[in-house]
């Protein structure tokens, strides 16, 4: 009997913390989603700018322009949100590739954002007016995206 009780405490211990482990680990879950998604988007317009740039595709001065804008808006949107503290790497392995270095260091993270910014501008201003113009903006936007990956992003 005294064994039976136990056995029960043990498995109620484990369930609830079991619960609360999962819990912890949600937490941050769609800061992470959303932080991934900026990323993927800006991946997606700057992929059909390189694109252009190394000829792979036509030259298109519009969709270069929408392309340019669209890394322009991203660039200077507010998502401070997405980025709490205690969602990096060291606490959350396999889930995010954010190091540490991004909250202890900050505001370098945001200083590379707003390079990345005011490269995407000069893009936007330029990138309907000839290809020729793209090769030579697009080293400072994808500059700017490796520059942050070196210092705040996990290798894969
Ligand atoms: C201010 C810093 C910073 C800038 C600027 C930046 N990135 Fe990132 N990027 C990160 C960090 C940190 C991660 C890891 C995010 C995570 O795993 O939570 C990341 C992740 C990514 C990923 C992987 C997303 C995923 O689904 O796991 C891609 C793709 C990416 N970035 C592309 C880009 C491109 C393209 C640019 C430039 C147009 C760029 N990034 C600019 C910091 C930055």
Same mark, same amino acid.
């Given at each position: 009997?005294?064994?039976?009780?136990?056995?029960?405490?043990?498995?109620?211990?484990?369930?609830?913390?079991?619960?609360?482990?999962?819990?912890?680990?949600?937490?941050?879950?769609?800061?992470?989603?959303?932080?991934?998604?900026?990323?993927?988007?800006?991946?997606?317009?700057?992929?059909?700018?390189?694109?252009?740039?190394?000829?792979?595709?036509?030259?298109?001065? &519009?969709? *270069?322009?929408?392309?340019? +804008? /669209? @890394?322009?808006?991203?660039?200077?949107?507010?998502? #401070? $949100?997405?980025?709490?503290?205690?969602?990096?790497?060291?606490?959350?392995?396999?889930?995010?590739?954010?190091?540490?270095?991004?909250?202890?260091?900050?505001?370098?993270?945001?200083?590379?954002?707003?390079?990345?910014?005011?490269?995407?501008?000069?893009?936007? &201003?330029? *990138?309907?007016?000839?290809? +020729? /113009? @793209?090769?030579?903006?697009?080293?400072?936007?994808? #500059? $700017?995206?490796?520059?942050?990956?070196?210092?705040?992003?996990?290798?894969?």
């Amino acid at each position: 009997m005294k064994y039976g009780l136990s056995l029960i405490c043990a498995l109620v211990f484990t369930v609830v913390a079991g619960l609360s482990t999962a819990i912890a680990e949600g937490k941050f879950d769609n800061a992470i989603k959303a932080r991934k998604a900026v990323m993927s988007l800006y991946a997606w317009n700057l992929g059909q700018l390189a694109a252009m740039a190394k000829g792979e595709v036509d030259y298109n001065p &519009e969709a *270069a322009r929408i392309a340019a +804008e /669209n @890394i322009t808006v991203l660039a200077t949107m507010n998502n #401070g $949100a997405a980025w709490p503290q205690g969602s990096d790497s060291a606490a959350l392995p396999g889930q995010t590739r954010a190091k540490s270095e991004a909250w202890t260091t900050y505001p370098e993270s945001a200083e590379i954002n707003k390079t990345l910014a005011e490269a995407a501008i000069a893009m936007s &201003e330029v *990138a309907d007016t000839g290809l +020729e /113009n @793209i090769q030579a903006n697009i080293g400072a936007i994808g #500059g $700017a995206c490796s520059a942050c990956h070196k210092k705040f992003r996990e290798s894969e």
